[in-house]
């Protein structure tokens, strides 16, 4: 089993950044990838960001590229957000995986976190 709490979503205006973390517990956090979903009302959960199990590998979906920044070190996984637009709100999950590298898919990942609420005003 693994534990996740997310932290550090909030209210911030267009173009302002926000930082995330996901603290992980319970078994090694080495053992799995990790990755960022967002959901916003009435849409589908869809892929972030997500990284490797050793680091070395990130991925980004195609809206936040050049944007968003993954890492992650000893139990904790954050997302840096910059240049926040509108259609960034949305509720962030942090997720776990089993594979090595993280994949895009929501049905690959093992654990959830409760997820934490991001509003970018206009």
């Known amino acids: 089993q693994v534990q996740l709490v997310e932290s550090g979503g909030g209210l911030v205006q267009a173009g302002g950044s926000l930082r995330l973390s996901c603290a992980a517990s319970?078994?090694?956090?080495?053992?799995?990838?990790m990755g960022w979903f967002r959901q916003a009302p009435g849409k589908e959960r869809e892929f972030v960001a997500g990284?490797?199990?050793?680091?070395?590998t990130t991925d980004y979906g195609d809206s936040v590229k050049g944007r968003f920044t993954i890492s992650r070190d000893n139990a904790e996984v954050s997302l840096q957000m910059n240049s926040l637009k509108p259609d960034d709100t949305a509720v962030y999950y942090c997720?776990?995986?089993?594979?090595?590298?993280?994949?895009?898919?929501?049905?690959?990942?093992?654990?959830w976190g409760q997820g934490t609420q991001v509003t970018v005003s206009s």
């Open positions: 997720a776990a995986s089993s594979f090595t590298l993280a994949p895009r898919r929501v049905r690959s990942y093992d654990y």
């Open positions: 319970g078994r090694t956090f080495s053992s799995y990838a």
């Open positions: 990284i490797s199990r050793s680091g070395r």
